[in-house]
């Protein structure tokens, strides 16, 4: 099978290409990149006018399956992440089973292998149930999981979470953990702050993600190896990271879109589909987000995908799930966010979005050159779209930025040289 891209702005973390370069796809590998190639295909693709980046990685999802596929399966999600320019994904282990054992994991490859339309690559939990009292068995789990999370719980044992670095340095896993101390959260559903006040709501502090983090950096230094931090959102948290960094401490983090995009202003009394956890913070917070990926202190771009059923959302902010349907969105508002401001280039942007988080997994992924895998995008990053749920392909429709304008259209995502989406065939 040939695939040849003809005419596109390539726009690599690493190379630099000429401008209007063509790319022949031969198997699933990219053969050539140059200009004016002659070549039969099977497929020619007019990249006029578009951009070509290494297809985006998400270090950062949640699939629901097994167990909650009335929220998304394995089937939707990835036809959503190919949708959303994403051609790797990792998903949490919060299901039903939780993805703790071997049983677990090989039935979550089976649907992986039997549904999906992009790479997807299991996170394994850290703990049992995700209870925070015995570690699972990460040699036995590493054959097919590079990284272990509790995501959803944090791991509240400073004991275990210790335990679990030093396993992972003996095992070359990665630990990602999701910081937050529930003593400090106490019910809380949004930012405290005047939003909270004005809402008549629970609010949850700052210090619920800060403090947690002081601690895994310590822990991270104690063990001596690495850490990865899930979806930072305040500006103390950045701080105690650049801080961490500064000492040699071995730690990563990651931020969201809608921690970059939205702030606890948007919010409205009824608007569930801003509850997030963590919560979206103040415009302090959001501007601390940025001078972070711009300065490096926050490594990659996450989506924390979190679709829900609508009668898991409605009206009332106590009782509604914590979630944002994020990866068919993921790429426009990041590129409008930060790229259109003149806050990133394209290329930081892609470090960001595939470049960093392929390095932090330890993929060979996020780049475009000749004999790697052809897991490619190409974006019109002049299109103006409006998003709508409606249209969304995810189950989940919970997003903040339905009828929201941003720049930046998916056109074709191609996984190992293979279509996997087309917006020609979805008009």
Partial sequence: MKILIKGACIVDAVADYPKDSDILIVDGVIEKIGIGLQEPADEIIDGSGLTLLPGLVDMHCHLREPGFEYKETVASGTAAAAKGGYTTIYCMPNTKPVVDDAATLNKL??????????N??????????????????MKGLRDHCIAFSDDGQPVSSNN????????AKENGALIIDHCEDHNLVKGGVINAGYKAKELGLPGIS??????????????????????????????????????????????????????IALSQDIIVQDFTDCKVNPPLRSVKDVEAMKEAVKDGTIDAIATDHA?????????????AANGISGIETAFAVC?????????????????KMSYNPSRILGIDKGMIAVGKTADLVLIDLKKDIIIDKNTMVSKGKNTPFHGRSYKGEVVYTIVEGKIVYSKEDKQ
């Fill in 109 to 118: 490859l089976e649907i992986i292998k039997k549904d999906a339309l992009v």
């Fill in 120 to 137: 997807v690559l299991p996170i394994a939990a850290v703990s049992m149930k995700q209870q925070s009292q015995e570690l699972t068995d």
């Fill in 160 to 167: 275990l979470l210790l335990e679990a670095l030093l396993k």
């Fill in 206 to 259: 700052n210090l619920s993600e800060e403090l947690p983090i002081m601690r895994d950096c310590m822990l991270a230094a104690e063990a001596d190896f690495k850490i990865h931090i899930a979806h930072v959102s305040t500006k103390g948290a950045v701080d105690i990271i650049r801080d961490a960094k500064k000492r040699g401490i071995k730690v990563t983090c990651e931020v969201t879109p809608h921690h």
């Fill in 307 to 319: 679709p829900h059923h609508e009668t898991e959302k409605g009206t009332d902010f106590i009782k």
């Fill in 335 to 351: 590129y409008t966010e930060l790229v259109n401001s003149g806050i990133l280039t394209l290329k930081e942007l892609v470090v």
